[in-house]
């Protein structure tokens, strides 16, 4: 009951904190985009084939998707950051510890907080540019459970890192730091991608060890593929887009869901061992 309640006042504390009203910001000002966007592609090919539609949606919804997968990024990693080693700076740590309450059930409640904060997130903003896609050009992704899923599992990746390293560093440096390697880890992809697509064996082992140590870009890759259309799939392969950061030709196995899964569990409980060993 102590994790529950934990993470009830995290969500809520989540929620006071300035980060989401900047999060807020930034996604209307994206969904304001998009919308402007997808109503001037109409107006501009007003004669769009319901392929063509289809086409047009779904290779500028992983252009969007993308800018919503990075603001939530940016916000949890920086969510993540003071949640834990905040508290620990400020002493409100050390209050809550004389307690009798387990240092572990206090990082997990607040990782579930964050999680239930970040897949909220993403749900609610996903759904709203979904909307604005079918109602501009008509265009709905086939599988957006599966993808809304995978963007929400990618958020949750990114968080667990930001929790890990704020319990060895400063709030802010984690917050950069779980930032910095998903913006790294976004290039390797690409970087391995164009090693793929030249039949290059050594420059595309980079974007594999990169998806393995941390999985962000490999569920983000999964994510867009289920938002994209078959027809687009179909057409694309072998066509020399292998490369596009915005397109994704094969969906992800469940071999590497099970591994991200892994990873996550593996790093929170680095994240406890960590909190468990700090001086307060």
Known sequence: MTVLTIAGLTLKEAARRRVLRSLAVLTAVLLGLSAWGFSRLQAEFGGLTSGEAMIAGSTVLNLVMFGL?????????????????????????????????????????????????????????????????????????????????????QTVVLLTLGLLLSTVIAPMASGIVAVGLFGATWIAGIVGLVGEAFQNDSVAQVGTVSRMLLPTDGLWRGAMNAFQNPGLLSGAAGGGFEASPFLSLTPLTAAYVAWSVLWVAAVLGLATVSFQRRDL
């Open 69 to 153: 997968s990075l603001i939530a990024a940016l916000g949890t990693a920086f969510l993540a950051g003071p949640t834990l080693a905040g508290e620990v700076e400020s002493g409100i740590a050390l209050a809550v510890m004389t307690r009798p309450i387990r240092r572990s059930s206090v990082l997990v409640g607040k990782w579930l907080g964050l999680v239930a904060f970040g897949a909220g997130f993403v749900t609610v903003a996903g759904l709203a540019q979904f909307a604005i896609v079918k109602a501009t050009v008509d265009y709905w992704p086939p599988r957006p459970v599966t993808g809304l899923a995978l963007l929400a599992g």
